[in-house]
Nanobody
Framework: QVRLVESGGGLVQPGGSLSLSCAAS????????MGWYRQAPGKQRELVAT???????NYADSVKGRFTISRDYAKSTLHLQMNSLKPEDTAVYYC?????????????WGQGTQVTVSS
């Protein structure tokens, strides 16, 4: 199993920056990809960014050029650097990880961290 714990959320002004971290523990060797998702009140959870085991990244169109996802394998930590933040970025951000066991894929989620962008 994989345990995920997010940190770094908080209140920031529009145009500001914030960095999120996700500490992973457990059977990390079997994790194939990780990502960040977010959910605002009244909206469905949406993908923000993902990073594969080979280092490839994908971003939602709404955050391209502003957010950067990275993975520290030595520390088993996932990061999300958020720049030029907008009020629309306000949401609970969740860390996600996929674990492979044979032909089965398991998905793990953290408890989330609140990001609020407001002046």
């Amino acid at each position: 199993q994989v345990r995920l714990v997010e940190s770094g959320g908080g209140l920031v002004q529009p145009g500001g920056s914030l960095s999120l971290s996700c500490a992973a523990s457990g059977s990390i060797f079997s994790v194939v990809d990780m990502g960040w998702y977010r959910q605002a009140p009244g909206k469905q959870r949406e993908l923000v960014a993902t990073i594969g085991s080979g280092g490839s990244t994908n971003y939602a169109d709404s955050v391209k050029g502003r957010f950067t996802i990275s993975r520290d394998y030595a520390k088993s930590t996932l990061h999300l650097q958020m720049n030029s933040l907008k009020p629309e970025d306000t949401a609970v951000y969740y860390c996600n990880a996929h674990q492979v066991a044979g032909t089965q894929l398991f998905s793990y989620w953290g408890q989330g961290t609140q990001v609020t962008v407001s002046s």
